[in-house]
């Protein structure tokens, strides 16, 4: 609780760039994005729905139709026009930033904040679902373990790291979401 009464998901804060969420498939980066960009008062853009948008059909569709090297290029043309938007919280696909283009890209414009999410975790959360392309094999936890190895190291590039615990709820995720970008000033300024 603040000293004025307020807790902390009240409190006001001036968003100066995007936050760009990023992360493995099941860290919770649209659910999380949603939650901030509301503690934020600010908009909420998810790339890979602008890309559904633009497109007129599924992420899985247009991997199947057109190959992951076409995917990954709008990826980047979508990426690009969202950061010229204003302050916003941007959620991005698994893969986005293992582009070294948008990895420069969104550090450039924005924040990178990365949704540290343990294995075990991130299995229990996409294990049942079959929206997730790159998880179509015949082994999609060995896939998934493969991926998370892959990637991990990339993603700890990212400007901000928040930690997942199982027993967050998308709310406490969001809050402590911004009360890292709040240590970051010329991110997230607290409005008395």
Known sequence: MAADGRSAREMQAQLKKTVVLVGMMG?????VGKALAQVL?????DSDSAIEEAANMSIAEIFARDGEPFFRRKESQ?????LEAPPSVLSTGGGAY?????RKLITGKGIAVWLD?????????VRHKDTRPLLRTPDPHATLREL???????????????????????????????NALLERPDVLEKIE
């Open 148 to 178: 998370y190895a892959a990637r991990v190291p990339v993603y700890a590039r990212a400007d901000v790291t928040v930690k997942a615990r199982p027993h967050f709820s998308v709310e406490d995720m969001a809050v402590k979401v911004r």
């Open 27 to 31: 860290a919770g980066k649209t659910a």
């Open 78 to 82: 979508v990426i690009e026009r969202l």
């Open 41 to 45: 008062s600010v908009p909420f853009r």
């Open 98 to 102: 293992m582009s070294a283009d948008n």
């Open 117 to 125: 999410v343990e294995l075990p975790l991130l299995w229990s959360r």
